[in-house]
């Protein structure tokens, strides 16, 4: 059956705009560069900006939607959120009941704990926001996040309940969409585009970085509607434009962290690219029939692609070139069967109570996933079928947390900080760890085996201690700051320092070298024992993958280790920068751990009973025992 002929067999429903394929056949592009990037990352590498792509599309067709409403009188918030809710929630529950599925037959108990926050914030449309913080979009970590793709889904929804009151204002204040709208959603656009600059945010999650790329579409659909002039011209020009569109696209390879430059640059490409579409609906680049199936499946496509990729991950399947293949086959017929058989029927239902039923539904499955959160035992336990291991954090860390008011309240530190402490006295002498996530993972064990002394953390995760280097750290600022800031502030008995080390950081090695330096030569100065200490090995691959999940299924426990030639190779340059910055301030002590996890030969992610790490780098519980008696060994009042 030819692509054309399987649309036909399709039930028809009675859309409210007029059908463009062109604009189906742009969002099958726009979810085909994601998948493909999710797949075959390191090759596709500029594919994220498909989601860019998709933002702006969704900016054009919700003004559509509510502009010919409003244009007829016909407007109402109590159908267009009926409309949202039949449009999005019924692909968005089965992606939520199959991950759970998922997670309930072959996650950890601490993953599936952690999986119910998650269900939790993405069927309450705030996962987004709770992603803040926790990982980075580029992050190894983050393909351990079966949800962690709901964060654009999130940013949607929440455009979607202010943005229908704006245009209202917009409309009845200029009786229609003339050029005084056109300029004011330009204002807007700028707007928001410039605000986060100003704002101490996570750039690439935050709703106010993103909204004004949804308000770039809404700009398109005004423009393209009311100047039928610059819809020909931009029509007579479409090959620039496509070029325009494909340079933009083609600008983030090989990105890692958030461009608000490139990504204006793919938002401004894709408005000039709609508009053009909007008076050539018939394209041929886009309005063939295989981008347009992928278009008309987009968004259950979207959902579950991330879902089964991450899960391959977690079991430890290695997703090659050939396998890639396979996953995306099945997450294309998965997505058709969604779109054929729940999504088309959705939409056809004009009720307002099947409506209040998704509502109802999407609210259980937001607090299943707090009660999944928040459970002491009763569902996981009755999985008996599963290994349960410890990968979680220490059940003290919300105590830490909570003693550290204290310091949070002395330093009025950033919200994201990580500041625990085990006693909080101001009086008393303190061992200070710095650091980023890796010195959280240390500070709990020092503070387990000290229990008469006292200890505090000060860091957040991705920001070297100390490092005054914001072109390679530019959201460090604050809490580096901070950091100065309290070796003023307490007396200090000595201080460590914990860093996360990978190739990352080490773009530059000279600049990392000559910052280093600094933070060596400032340390030197002080009148306290200060260690430094390397970083434990970094994994390429998850210690979950080693152990025996459901059935005794997924487990290859020959690759919980790496040879040691391996680990020293991987860190010969980091290596040598700090034993050079050793010799040369010998008033630092530089401890290297290493032969807590690794022997002779091989670097160990499981000893045969527990694992040693929670993630490919971070320690667990077990592995920061041991690199605690590591130290044990270098600093005597340990």
Not at 21 to 40: C, E, Q, T
Not at 515 to 535: G, T
Request: contains cysteine; glycine residues 4%.
């Amino acid at each position: 059956m030819s692509f054309k002929n399987l649309f036909k067999s399709l039930p028809l429903v009675n859309h409210s705009l007029a059908y463009n394929p062109s604009i189906d056949g742009l969002r099958g592009v726009a979810v085909l560069l994601v998948v493909i990037f999710h797949i075959w990352h390191e090759v596709f590498s500029f594919g994220y900006v498909g989601v860019d792509i998709f933002f702006v599309l969704s900016g054009f067709l919700i003004t559509q939607i509510i502009y010919q409403k409003i244009s007829r009188n016909a407007f109402s918030l109590k159908e267009f959120y009926r409309n949202r809710i039949r449009r999005i929630f019924p692909a968005v529950i089965i992606t939520l009941l199959a991950v759970f599925s998922a997670g309930y037959l072959f996650m950890f108990n601490d993953e599936l704990l952690n999986l119910g926050k998650h269900i939790k914030s993405s069927a309450l449309f705030y996962e987004n926001f709770r992603l803040i913080g926790e990982v980075g979009y580029w992050d190894k970590d983050a393909s351990l996040k079966p949800l962690l793709h709901f964060w654009s889904l999130a940013i949607e929804e929440q455009f979607y309940i202010f943005w229908p009151f704006i245009l209202i204002i917009l409309f009845y204040a200029k009786n229609n969409f003339n050029i005084k709208i056109s300029i004011s959603l330009s204002l807007i656009c700028v707007l928001l585009f410039i605000l986060p600059f100003f704002l101490e945010i996570n750039k690439f999650y935050h709703l106010l970085s993103r909204s004004y790329e949804l308000a770039f579409g809404s700009l398109a659909f005004v423009l393209a509607k009311e100047y039928k002039k610059l819809r020909a011209y931009l029509h007579i020009y479409k090959k620039f434009i496509y070029i325009f569109f494909i340079i933009a696209i083609l600008a983030s390879i090989n990105n890692t962290e958030y461009n608000a430059f490139k990504t204006l640059l793919i938002s401004l490409a894709s408005c000039a690219l709609i508009i053009s579409l909007n008076r050539e609906k018939q394209s041929i680049v886009f309005a063939n029939s295989p981008l347009v199936f992928l278009g008309l499946i987009s968004f259950p496509l979207y959902l579950n692609h991330y879902a089964i990729i991450s899960f391959c991950h977690i079991l430890g399947i290695d997703i090659s070139a050939w396998r890639g293949v396979l996953v995306l086959i099945i997450c294309v017929f998965l997505a058709f069967l969604v779109y054929r058989f729940i999504e088309l029927y959705a939409r056809a239902q004009k009720s307002y109570v099947f409506a209040g039923i998704l509502l109802a539904i999407m609210l259980a499955a937001g607090f299943g996933g707090k009660a999944v959160q928040k459970d002491k035992g009763k569902i996981v336990s009755q999985r008996s079928f599963i290994n349960t291991l410890p990968f979680a954090w220490p059940k003290e860390l919300k105590e830490y947390e909570q003693n550290a008011v204290i310091f949070k309240e002395l330093l009025n530190t950033d919200p994201l900080a990580f500041i625990y402490t085990n006693k909080s006295d101001l009086g008393k002498k303190y061992t200070l760890i710095l650091g980023d996530s890796h010195a959280r993972d240390a500070f709990f064990n020092i503070s387990a085996s000290k229990e008469s002394g006292h200890n505090l953390m000060l860091g957040i995760g991705d920001c070297p201690a100390l490092m005054r280097e914001y072109e390679m750290f530019p959201t460090c600022k604050i809490i580096v700051d901070k950091e100065y800031e309290l070796l003023n502030k307490i007396n200090i008995k000595e201080l460590f320092i914990f860093n996360y080390m990978n190739d990352s950081r080490l773009k530059n090695p000279a600049l990392y070298e000559s910052k280093m330096r600094e933070i060596f030569a400032f340390l030197s100065q002080q009148n306290y024992p200060v260690y430094f200490v390397i970083d434990v090995p970094t994994l390429p691959f998850f210690p979950s993958s080693c152990i025996g999940r459901s059935f005794g299924l997924f487990s290859r426990y020959e690759s919980c280790k790496i040879t040691r030639e391996y680990y020293e190779q991987s860190v010969k340059i980091y290596k040598q920068i700090i034993n050079s910055l050793a010799k040369e301030f010998p008033k630092i002590n530089v401890i290297d751990p290493v032969n807590a996890l690794c022997d002779e030969k091989f670097c160990y992610a499981f000893d045969g009973v527990k694992p040693l790490y929670g993630d490919n780098h971070h320690l667990n519980v077990e592995g920061g025992k041991r690199l605690f008696n590591e130290l044990k060994k270098h600093i005597k009042d340990l």
